[in-house]
């Protein structure tokens, strides 16, 4: 059965698949700009070399991925339903509409220290913040606690009070 979010999710990458097909077949004159000249699609010189780094992600870090954006989307719903419910308190919905705020930050955050923590320390990592409590899954073998110590360490400097960090190695 297709929900409400499959079916958004379906139309969306329909939307962009055919964008995509219709872009690479389009034909060069199309290009043109207004004053006749050629929009400049080439790739950079070969000359110039960027260092380019592959991250691949692993199954793991994946998984509790989707599984937190799942959860997440679950409580959106819920929070979402009380704000249009008709029937709700103004202070209920009031609360609703702060959880959301909560939440949309705490992913924004979350999202800001992988990244981080991906660019000063080369650890590819799930985060997950749940008010004062942030754990910290790392996608490595062998347990480190030089390394540990430094994501914690990294990982507080972006919060003024005292958070409480756990370091999981999994690989």
Do not use: C
Not at 32 to 57: A, F, R
Not at 155 to 161: G, I, R, Y
């Amino acid at each position: 059965m297709i929900n409400k979010k499959n079916l958004w999710f379906l139309t969306l990458f329909s939307l962009i698949l055919v964008l995509s097909v219709y872009y690479i077949t389009m034909p060069s004159e199309l290009l043109l700009t207004s004053n006749g000249n050629y929009i400049d699609t080439k790739k950079p010189d070969e000359n110039t070399t960027e260092p380019t780094v592959s991250v691949e992600e692993s199954e793991l870090l994946t998984a509790l991925r989707v599984s937190a954006d799942e959860d997440l989307m679950k409580e959106l719903d819920v929070l979402k339903e009380i704000l249009t419910n008709t029937e709700s308190s103004v202070e209920d919905k009031n609360n609703a509409f702060e959880k959301m705020k909560t939440l949309n930050i705490n992913k924004g955050e979350e999202t800001a220290l992988e990244k981080k923590l991906l660019e000063e320390l080369k650890l590819k990592t799930f985060v997950k913040i749940n008010g004062d409590q942030i754990k910290v899954v790392v996608d490595q073998k062998t347990h480190d606690t030089t390394v540990a110590n430094n994501i914690m360490r990294s990982v507080q400097s972006n919060f003024d009070k005292k958070m409480y960090i756990t370091v999981q190695f999994k690989g």
